[in-house]
């Protein structure tokens, strides 16, 4: 019996990056390349002519089965300024809508000659099973699968942190809020121990927390004023209206009340403590105007790093694929 | 042919019911057990079977599995997986009621016997449903159904509208003293969920079914049952605590039974990982621990009877993101080869492994089978407990490839069985000696 974990499928022999579908299974070396890559793309994008040829002549193809404005942007904005062709493909008015099967949508468009996908679906693991079907020349890129991964997001984030100057030996992180139903947490935590953080704290209700959370390797928390006490970062995670009526919580202004994040309480944080934010943001549900918009928060700036981390994902993927056709070929 | 005389001789000879484990002879005629053990002077056979070194037992009987037909023939149909089943050495199958149409008539009844009959494989039992289209709100008719020849009736895992149709379900079933099955699991507390809520499910971020969801459907039906006095067959269990309910329920006497699929004592939920379809069924794999009980559960024979839960599917029923796929498993021609494992581990002698898979299910359906006494209808299994196979095209007869274990070696092969007196040799001819009256 044959069990892959969900890891294993994204490095090639010699462990480069063939796919980029989750944090689990890579390592600190790796993660920390991602980070060198993308600070050498962000004077790219401080330029005025904003683009890196590294990409020319490939095809990109954004394939979103689930809305989204700010991932899919920066996505398309990566991409092209790597000088790649960019195909955006919104399933929801699709193919799939009209009764074709995702593996008959995947491989009409690799028909195209598309070298890349950058996946986002509702279900955990689509990522990961677009990239067990799709031709050895072609790289998947995870922007994000149900409750399963967003390791892109994780390293937006990585890379903010250490942007700030932290050192991740020492750092303590609170993440806050929805944490079973969310994506960004799990990649999220996974990089910060894979990059040597020992205080990770999971702040949420008992009801937006996963089964055997603490098999994470997250302590848990069910108060933000004592979780939140002497942290470096702060990670907010956005709530959804339905979890009102799935009986999550009990209302939008008592979850305010327990969780949200104030300037009275960031100041229970280390000073210079930052806030950061996946985006999109409900003012008054999980976190204050004042605070996403004081000088603590860091969540414009993990949109603009979205680019340069984004442009180093695409562009380690996409060589470590080329080489695989490469010596493939060289071995026939 | 049915008429003919048939010696198996040599082998290890284990028939539960009798407490029968000796190295001897079977003797057949007239489709019935004439003899065990010696061969009686005069007894003359058309053919002889010599199979020493392998087990001769009485045919086992599945209480679930899904054959597929009617409606589903692109998964499977009686014919294919009827074959599948007189491979793996079960000669009786009770096939759950979420067929299309829904066993909920005499009518669809009496067609799968006569598809069965057709077909002229396995002996098919079909589970009544409970509610009028699986619907969970309606009886069925239960009487018809029962006078129609089913030996029990169930839900097939569709949920009941609420506790007062189970608890009527379960009087008027009682009144004709039918067995009632219950394929335990909450439908609120499961929710979206397709694998175990625990570390993998977590990880994995899958929506979980916790084990509660069993528990709690196991709890609400004890109460019942203890209210109508009907009996209750619960299966496929996969939790540990659920078991616990069952056995302390059977401990205080309540008329209840239960059975878990044999993967269960197998795989766990770390098998998921990966996204591994092949491994999505319902129960889900648990937990190491629950798989423990299950198997000290067997051991102790709380657990009665172990079965396939066989579910064969087309390949495209697993090409799809995880959530998406359908649950289970092509499980047949695998139970033999994983029961053996649990004697190789310890956690079964080979009577007790034959028993779970023949006198077991039998007495729980009521059914006069799963034994070898004298004057018993002659359905057998012989298998070859050391013989090596490899799953694969050439070796596999259901339609449904879908399983985790394909490509794997495999320990335990049959190499006969006998249907009502017929002899069939699913996996290639045995050799056999003609033996003709002078």
Same mark, same amino acid.
């Given at each position: 019996?044959?069990?892959? #974990?969900?890891?294993?499928?994204?490095? &090639?022999?010699?462990?480069?990056?063939?796919?980029?579908?989750?944090?689990?299974?890579? +390592?600190?070396?790796?993660?920390?390349?991602?980070?060198?890559?993308?600070?050498?793309?962000?004077?790219?994008?401080?330029?005025?002519?904003?683009?890196?040829?590294?990409?020319?002549?490939?095809?990109?193809?954004?394939?979103?089965?689930?809305?989204?404005?700010?991932?899919?942007?920066?996505?398309?904005?990566?991409?092209?300024?790597?000088?790649?062709?960019?195909?955006?493909?919104?399933?929801?008015?699709?193919?799939?809508?009209?009764?074709?099967?995702?593996?008959?949508?995947?491989?009409?468009?690799?028909?195209?000659?598309?070298?890349?996908?950058?996946?986002?679906?509702?279900?955990?693991?689509?990522?990961?099973? /677009?990239?067990?079907?799709?031709?050895?020349?072609?790289?998947?890129?995870?922007?994000?699968?149900?409750?399963?991964?967003?390791?892109?997001?994780?390293?937006?984030?990585?890379?903010?942190?250490?942007?700030?100057?932290? &050192?991740?030996?020492? !750092?303590?992180?609170? /993440?806050?809020?929805?944490?079973?139903?969310?994506?960004?947490?799990?990649?999220?935590? @996974?990089?910060?121990?894979?990059?040597?953080?020992?205080?990770?704290?999971?702040?949420?209700?008992?009801?937006?927390?996963?089964?055997?959370?603490?098999?994470?390797?997250?302590?848990?928390?069910?108060?933000?004023?004592?979780?939140?006490?002497?942290?470096?970062?702060?990670?907010?995670?956005?709530?959804?209206?339905?979890?009102?009526?799935?009986?999550?919580?009990?209302?939008?202004?008592?979850?305010?009340?327990?969780?949200?994040?104030?300037?009275?309480?960031?100041?229970?944080?280390?000073?210079?403590?930052?806030?950061?934010?996946?985006? #999109?943001?409900?003012?008054?549900?999980?976190?204050?105007?004042?605070?996403?918009? =004081?000088?603590?928060?860091?969540?414009?700036?993990?949109?603009?790093?979205?680019?340069?981390?984004?442009?180093?994902?695409? %562009?380690?993927?996409?060589?470590?694929?080329?080489?695989?056709?490469?010596?493939?070929?060289?071995?026939? | 042919?049915?008429?003919?005389?048939?010696? $198996?001789?040599?082998?290890?000879?284990?028939?539960?019911?009798?407490?029968?484990?000796?190295?001897?002879?079977?003797? /057949?005629? &007239?489709?019935?057990?004439?003899?065990?053990?010696?061969? #009686?002077?005069?007894?003359?056979?058309?053919?002889?079977?010599?199979?020493?070194?392998?087990?001769?037992?009485?045919?086992?009987?599945?209480?679930?599995?899904?054959?597929?037909?009617?409606? @589903?023939?692109?998964?499977?149909? /009686?014919?294919?997986? =009827?074959?599948? *089943?007189?491979?793996?050495?079960?000669?009786?199958?009770?096939?759950?009621?979420?067929?299309?149409?829904?066993?909920?008539?005499?009518?669809?009844?009496?067609?799968?016997?006569?598809?069965?009959? @057709?077909?002229?494989?396995?002996?098919?039992?079909? $589970?009544? *449903?409970?509610?009028?289209?699986? +619907?969970?709100?309606?009886? %069925?008719?239960?009487?018809?159904?029962?006078?129609?020849?089913?030996?029990?009736?169930?839900?097939?895992?569709?949920?009941?509208?609420?506790?007062?149709?189970?608890?009527?379900?379960?009087?008027?079933?009682?009144?004709?003293?039918?067995?009632?099955?219950?394929?335990?699991?909450?439908?609120?507390?499961?929710?979206?969920?397709?694998?175990?809520?625990?570390?993998?499910?977590?990880?994995?971020?899958?929506?979980?079914? #916790?084990?509660?969801?069993?528990?709690?459907?196991?709890?609400?039906?004890?109460?019942?049952?203890?209210?109508? =006095?009907?009996?209750?067959?619960?299966?496929?269990?996969?939790?540990?605590?659920?078991?616990?309910?069952?056995?302390?329920?059977?401990?205080?006497?309540?008329?209840?039974?239960?059975?878990?699929?044999?993967?269960?004592?197998?795989?766990?939920?770390?098998?998921?990982?990966?996204?591994?379809?092949?491994?999505?069924?319902?129960?889900?794999?648990?937990?190491?621990?629950?798989?423990?009980?299950?198997?000290?559960?067997?051991?102790?024979?709380?657990?009665?009877?172990?079965?396939?839960?066989?579910?064969?599917?087309?390949?495209?029923?697993?090409?799809?993101?995880?959530?998406?796929?359908?649950?289970?498993?092509?499980?047949?021609?695998?139970?033999?080869?994983?029961?053996?494992?649990?004697?190789?581990?310890?956690?079964?002698?080979?009577?007790?492994?034959?028993?779970?898979?023949?006198?077991?299910?039998?007495?729980?359906?009521?059914?006069?089978?799963?034994? !070898?006494?004298?004057?018993?209808? *002659?359905?057998?299994?012989?298998?070859?407990?050391?013989?090596?196979?490899?799953?694969?095209?050439?070796?596999?007869?259901?339609?449904?490839? +879908?399983?985790?274990?394909?490509?794997?070696?495999?320990?335990?092969?049959?190499?006969?069985?006998?249907? =009502?007196?017929?002899?069939?040799?699913?996996?290639?001819?045995?050799?056999?000696?003609?033996?003709?009256?002078?």
């Amino acid at each position: 019996m044959k069990s892959v #974990p969900a890891g294993s499928l994204q490095l &090639d022999g010699a462990g480069k990056l063939r796919h980029f579908l989750t944090i689990e299974g890579l +390592n600190a070396p790796l993660l920390t390349r991602i980070m060198d890559t993308a600070e050498s793309f962000s004077s790219v994008t401080e330029q005025t002519v904003k683009k890196v040829p590294l990409l020319r002549g490939k095809t990109v193809v954004n394939l979103f089965f689930e809305t989204s404005t700010r991932t899919r942007t920066t996505f398309e904005l990566a991409a092209k300024r790597l000088s790649a062709d960019v195909l955006n493909i919104n399933i929801a008015t699709s193919a799939t809508a009209k009764g074709e099967s995702l593996l008959d949508t995947i491989r009409n468009i690799e028909a195209m000659q598309v070298d890349m996908f950058v996946v986002r679906h509702a279900h955990s693991g689509a990522a990961h099973f /677009i990239a067990q079907h799709v031709a050895p020349h072609v790289s998947v890129i995870n922007a994000g699968d149900g409750r399963h991964a967003h390791p892109t997001q994780a390293m937006l984030d990585m890379f903010t942190i250490r942007r700030s100057g932290r &050192d991740f030996a020492t !750092l303590k992180v609170a /993440i806050v809020g929805d944490i079973l139903h969310s994506r960004v947490a799990r990649s999220e935590i @996974q990089a910060l121990r894979m990059l040597g953080v020992r205080d990770i704290r999971a702040v949420a209700p008992r009801t937006l927390l996963p089964a055997q959370a603490e098999d994470f390797g997250v302590s848990l928390w069910t108060d933000l004023d004592a979780g939140i006490e002497g942290v470096d970062v702060v990670v907010m995670l956005r709530l959804q209206r339905e979890r009102m009526s799935g009986a999550f919580i009990p209302s939008e202004g008592e979850y305010f009340a327990r969780f949200g994040l104030t300037e009275r309480r960031l100041a229970r944080a280390k000073p210079d403590a930052i806030v950061m934010h996946p985006g #999109p943001i409900n003012r008054g549900v999980e976190i204050d105007s004042q605070v996403a918009d =004081g000088l603590q928060s860091v969540i414009l700036q993990q949109v603009h790093y979205g680019i340069p981390v984004r442009m180093a994902i695409m %562009s380690l993927a996409m060589r470590s694929g080329q080489d695989a056709v490469a010596g493939g070929r060289q071995g026939t | 042919m049915t008429g003919e005389r048939l010696l $198996i001789s040599g082998g290890r000879v284990v028939d539960p019911a009798h407490g029968v484990d000796v190295v001897g002879s079977v003797c /057949i005629a &007239d489709g019935v057990v004439v003899a065990v053990g010696d061969r #009686p002077a005069g007894f003359v056979p058309d053919r002889e079977f010599q199979v020493p070194g392998q087990i001769v037992c009485p045919g086992f009987i599945d209480l679930s599995a899904r054959l597929r037909e009617p409606g @589903q023939a692109h998964k499977g149909t /009686i014919d294919s997986e =009827g074959l599948a *089943a007189l491979a793996a050495g079960f000669t009786t199958v009770c096939v759950p009621p979420d067929t299309v149409p829904v066993i909920d008539s005499p009518a669809v009844v009496k067609l799968i016997f006569e598809r069965a009959q @057709q077909a002229d494989r396995a002996h098919v039992l079909p $589970i009544g *449903a409970l509610t009028r289209g699986l +619907n969970g709100r309606d009886l %069925s008719e239960l009487s018809a159904l029962q006078s129609s020849g089913c030996l029990a009736v169930g839900n097939a895992g569709v949920p009941l509208a609420s506790n007062l149709v189970m608890r009527r379900a379960f009087e008027y079933a009682a009144g004709y003293d039918l067995l009632v099955c219950v394929r335990p699991q909450d439908a609120a507390l499961r929710d979206d969920g397709c694998v175990h809520e625990g570390v993998v499910a977590t990880r994995l971020g899958l929506p979980g079914i #916790p084990e509660a969801a069993e528990t709690v459907a196991v709890a609400e039906a004890l109460v019942l049952v203890e209210l109508t =006095g009907v009996r209750v067959h619960f299966g496929p269990i996969s939790s540990a605590r659920a078991m616990r309910l069952i056995a302390a329920a059977q401990q205080q006497g309540l008329p209840v039974s239960a059975d878990t699929a044999m993967h269960q004592l197998h795989l766990t939920e770390l098998d998921v990982d990966g996204f591994n379809a092949l491994c999505h069924v319902d129960p889900p794999l648990r937990t190491t621990a629950d798989r423990d009980a299950l198997r000290a559960a067997v051991a102790a024979g709380t657990i009665g009877a172990l079965c396939s839960d066989h579910q064969p599917h087309d390949p495209d029923a697993k090409l799809q993101v995880f959530p998406a796929t359908e649950p289970g498993m092509a499980t047949l021609e695998t139970v033999l080869p994983l029961g053996l494992r649990l004697v190789a581990e310890g956690v079964l002698s080979v009577p007790e492994l034959v028993a779970r898979l023949t006198v077991g299910p039998a007495r729980i359906l009521g059914l006069p089978a799963g034994h !070898l006494g004298v004057g018993a209808a *002659a359905d057998l299994c012989v298998f070859h407990p050391q013989r090596s196979w490899v799953i694969g095209d050439a070796t596999w007869h259901s339609a449904g490839r +879908n399983t985790p274990y394909w490509g794997d070696e495999m320990l335990g092969r049959v190499t006969l069985v006998v249907v =009502g007196g017929r002899v069939v040799e699913p996996n290639g001819a045995l050799t056999s000696v003609e033996q003709r009256q002078p």
